[in-house]
């Protein structure tokens, strides 16, 4: 028996950030992980001989915005971020024709791409959008990186109000309105509303759904500080983060996770792993998916429970990951802004994406996806070998289960084929430099990395599954009814992506419960 402080379940980033900063608190920390790869969806390994390849996330967008990098000082164990910028890039029509919108730090860069394309008006107007919806979203990630009581957001949510000089009932009209009501009262350019609405989907709701009109206007953030592309992959913050926590005392296992965690009565005893071993804990942390926590509990009435509410959802997406002789070629590309540090937004029109979605709402892959493309070998040649790129395709919306009976793994060659199609479109011949392909299907994100039906984001995003309901309003506080098991992860507030919040936040609440249970 080994006995800890605290077992943490899952080495994902917001477990790591967890386990951290109770380490750095004076506690005796361990982590137990069943993979052999470190990180979970915030990972990298060598797919082909020389190639860093990612297996889940790749841009770090909203970590950059919570001061947690630098407040565990990463940069002294190994973590590098480079800033993407441009960080988007969005071209339209036919190749000999082609007109692209580029998105800079600079937003005076950004509404200059804008003019020349959509003309001044609409340039002016996201010049206000941003200005705005930027004060309105440092106010939102206030409330990101707090518990998400009706107290904490409300006064979070009245400073959001008081940012954009909107108060009352206006300012919950807008935040609850559909992403596209507020892309069509501020913009006349389809092409221009295309773009930011594909950046909004990336949370998984497309932005007709009620309540994503801030899942287009946090973008506005990123004028202020750029995503980062962590040098040799996205992996380097968990590996940062682990040794992080090695140097504050604590400890990771690779390749012995949790085959159950232990109670006596209505506490928790710790972790037992799957080699037999019992890590003896009063704490547990459980940075895994809800429903798999629930089950290595093993409280059926809980999991009952969560397992008829919580909203898993029908998977989200799928990846392609491409070892390549060259980067796509845009044809309106400016030579003075590359686009490869961007995220490359590939799709056509917003009835394209609701194409997408309503086939995936119906269990049916998309027959034209929409297409995000990442090329950040330009970026950090450390991840392919000289003279080669490591190329990321990420395409939504994807069924994990199909209505139409196939089998994702007789058909995933197939949709990859139609991911590719949709990069030739925008850029011709780029299919021809492909040497490596590795396809990961919504089955496949399952199998490699625990995500339930392929939701990168554990729970669905949507209104009903956020803030104080995320993943259900008695399991909203990091808190359980088990005494002395934490949640934390894309289960819990704020949500999926790369943010390290939820690990920030849970374990402020384990170490004032400690404070607390001292006092008594």
């Known amino acids: 028996m080994t006995h800890r402080d605290v077992a943490v379940v899952g080495s994902g980033h917001n477990a790591l950030v967890a386990a951290c900063y109770l380490a750095r608190a004076g506690l005796d920390v361990e982590v137990v992980e069943s993979d052999t790869v470190l990180g979970g969806a915030v990972s990298t390994v060598e797919r082909w001989p020389g190639y860093a390849v990612d297996r889940g996330s790749s841009a770090h967008i909203m970590i950059r915005h919570t001061g947690i990098v ?8 190994g973590l590098t971020y480079l800033d993407m910028d441009p960080w988007g890039f969005a071209p339209f029509g036919p190749p000999e024709d082609q007109q692209a919108l580029t998105f800079h730090v600079s937003l005076d860069a950004t509404c200059e791409s804008i003019a020349a394309m959509c003309g001044e008006r609409d340039a002016a107007a996201y010049h206000a959008f941003a200005v705005d919806w930027g004060a309105r ?11 998400p009581t009706a107290g904490r957001l409300g006064r979070h949510l009245w400073g959001a109000g008081k940012a954009s000089g909107v108060g ?4 919950s009209r807008q935040f609850l309105q559909p992403g596209d009501q507020l892309l069509d009262e501020l913009f006349t350019d389809e092409r221009l509303k295309t773009a930011l609405a594909w950046l909004g989907a990336q949370s998984g709701p497309p932005t007709s759904e009620v309540a994503t009109a801030d899942l287009v206007g946090w973008n506005a953030l990123m004028h202020k500080v750029p995503p980062g592309r962590a040098v040799g992959g996205s992996g380097a913050l968990t590996n940062a983060l682990a040794e992080r926590l090695r140097r504050l005392g604590g400890s990771v296992r690779l390749g012995d996770g949790s085959a159950a965690i232990t109670r006596s009565g209505d506490r928790v005893t710790g972790v037992r792993t799957d080699s037999g071993d019992h890590v003896a804990a009063s704490t547990v942390v ?12 093993g409280d059926a009435a809980l999991l009952a429970r969560a397992t008829t509410a919580v909203r898993v959802g029908n998977g989200l997406g799928m990846v392609v990951r ?20 961007a995220m490359q937004l590939l799709a056509p029109s917003r009835t394209h994406l609701r194409r997408a979605h309503g086939e995936f709402t119906a269990g049916r892959t998309p027959t034209e996806p929409a297409v995000l493309l990442m090329t950040f070998s330009a970026l950090d040649p450390s991840i392919a070998p000289a003279g080669r790129h490591n190329i990321t395709a990420w395409a939504q919306w994807h069924p994990y289960e199909l209505s139409t009976g196939e089998r ?26 492909i040497e490596h392909m590795h396809v990961q299907t919504p089955l496949d994100l399952e199998r490699e990395m625990g995500l ?18 995320r993943p259900l309003p008695e399991l909203a506080g990091y808190r359980t009814p088990v005494g002395g ?8 507030h704020p949500g999926g992506g790369v943010f390290g919040a939820s690990g920030r936040t849970a374990a402020r609440v384990v170490l004032a419960d400690r404070r607390r249970r001292r006092r008594r």
């Not at 039906?453 to 309901?469: A, K, P, Q």
Request: hydrophobic share 45%.
């Open 70 to 77: 630098e407040d565990l000082r990463l940069d002294e164990c």
């Open 137 to 147: 979203n440092e106010a939102v990630f206030a409330a990101f990186q707090d518990a």
């Open 168 to 171: 009352g009932l206006e300012m």
């Open 286 to 297: 459980a940075g895994c998916h809800v429903l798999t926590t629930l089950e290595l509990l």
């Open 322 to 341: 491409l070892g390549t002789v060259a980067l796509p070629s845009y044809l309106s590309a400016a030579p003075q802004a590359p686009p490869y540090s």
């Open 408 to 433: 994702w793994d007789d058909i995933a060659g197939r949709e990859a084929d139609k991911i590719l199609a949709q990069v030739d479109n925008a850029a011709p011949g780029f299919t021809d430099s």
């Open 452 to 469: 339930r039906r392929g939701n990168v984001m554990h729970v669905e995003m949507g209104l009903d599954s956020m803030f104080g309901y």
């Open 485 to 492: 098991l934490y949640l934390t992860g894309a289960s819990t």
